[in-house]
């Protein structure tokens, strides 16, 4: 004789009342992958200051007995060194994140305390802007460019200045006693026939 129910593939209706009403429990998010790295003053900063803060918020909630026999129970030991390691490496900024990187159960209730921490103990970032001081040699160069105009930011004067269909003359010279400026026919020279005349009476007198 055949049972009335066969199996819940064959009967799945049969079986409806002994379905699980658990929802599935959703996958964790996936922790950031980080480098080793040398610790520096700010990360054993932060490192202290998160285990005085461990120790005041414990004796603060379960009382200074609790912290007395069973130490900072607010956080484990792994998990402050996964915060140092985050904040290190700057994935924590928010509370989720906190959450996502270490799994702290209680990252929803203190999470802004820790981020002040990790906020106040932060290394300065760096700066996009290189500043090189300058050499002395190269700082009095500079000065000597800015006292001293190069020849090619002169001002131009009325003598310099050629214009458009115009050539430069040049001086005029005396063929009689060759100085320039004047020529022989000129009683400026000194050799004029006016002068030569004059001499020569005075020397017949």
Not at 68 to 94: E, F, Q, Y
Not at 175 to 204: I, T
Request: a positive charge; aromatic letters at 6%; glycine letters at 4%.
């Amino acid at each position: 004789m055949e049972p009335p129910v066969c199996c819940d593939i064959h009967n799945p209706s049969a079986f409806s009342s002994y379905e699980s009403c658990v929802p599935k429990a959703s996958r964790a998010t996936q922790r950031s992958r980080l480098p080793k790295y040398t610790k520096d003053k700010y990360d054993h900063a932060l490192e202290n200051s998160l285990l005085d803060w461990c120790d005041e918020k414990t004796a603060a909630v379960y009382g200074w007995a609790c912290l007395n026999d069973n130490g900072p129970v607010i956080m484990s030991d792994h998990m402050l060194d996964c915060i140092v390691d985050c904040a290190h490496h700057r994935k924590i900024k928010t509370c989720q994140d906190l959450k996502r990187e270490t799994g702290w159960m209680d990252s929803d209730l203190y999470g802004e305390e820790v981020l002040a921490l990790i906020r106040r103990h932060a290394p300065p970032l760096p700066s996009v802007f290189v500043s090189t001081p300058l050499s002395r040699s190269s700082a009095s160069s500079i000065t000597t460019a800015m006292v001293a105009p190069s020849p090619q930011h002169q001002v131009p004067t009325m003598s310099t200045i050629a214009y458009p269909g115009t050539t430069r003359k040049r001086p005029s010279k005396c063929s009689a006693c060759g100085q320039e400026g004047h020529n022989v026919r000129n009683r400026v020279c000194p050799n004029h026939l006016s002068r030569v005349l004059a001499e020569n009476k005075e020397n017949v007198r």
